[in-house]
């Protein structure tokens, strides 16, 4: 059975508490457990980690990226929070990986302020959940082993 990897970025240990209105009210512990169910359901061991540096993120990728490689991984979906709209070297470090990366946000970022709409993540992701609340990690998993063909054995 292949690992998928979900991977949060900063603030998203808030999500629950966090700005309801855009992010709702499941917790980030809720959000992972979704993404077990929606693993099991395809067949996928789902592993989680979330943090708040951007140092962690890129190390995870690098990992998730060796993974791949030996085929133990399928791929990340990604939510980089913040970062998405900063951050030059997780693109380098998705790109240095060759890990296939679903990028998932939790609301519609270009329904919202201007900085919101460019991501470093999107010219470098495999495809993009944009704006379906936590669901997007249900539909990034899916659409991941979809894109990939992935059967599970
Ligand atoms: C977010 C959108 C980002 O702009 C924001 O900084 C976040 C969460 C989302 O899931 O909608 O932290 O990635």
Wanted: glycine share 12%; charged share 15%; with cysteine.
């Amino acid at each position: 059975m292949k690992r998928v990897l979900i991977l949060n970025g900063p603030n998203l240990n808030l999500l629950g508490q966090r700005e309801p209105t855009q992010y709702g009210h499941q917790t980030l512990a809720d959000v992972e457990q979704l993404c077990r169910e929606t693993g099991a359901r395809l067949g996928l061991a789902v592993e989680c980690l979330q943090s708040n540096h951007e140092g962690v993120l890129i190390d995870a990728i690098h990992e998730a990226g060796r993974g791949v490689k030996a085929g133990q991984v399928l791929g990340v979906v990604f939510n980089a929070g913040a970062y998405t709209h900063t951050s030059i070297a997780l693109q380098d470090a998705i790109k240095g990986a060759e890990v296939p990366v679903i990028e998932v946000h939790i609301s519609n970022v270009h329904a919202r302020e201007a900085f919101r709409h460019h991501s470093w993540i999107s010219p470098v992701a495999a495809g993009i959940v944009v704006g379906f609340g936590v669901e997007g990690y249900v539909l990034g998993i899916e659409g991941l082993a979809r894109k990939l063909g992935y059967q599970a054995s």
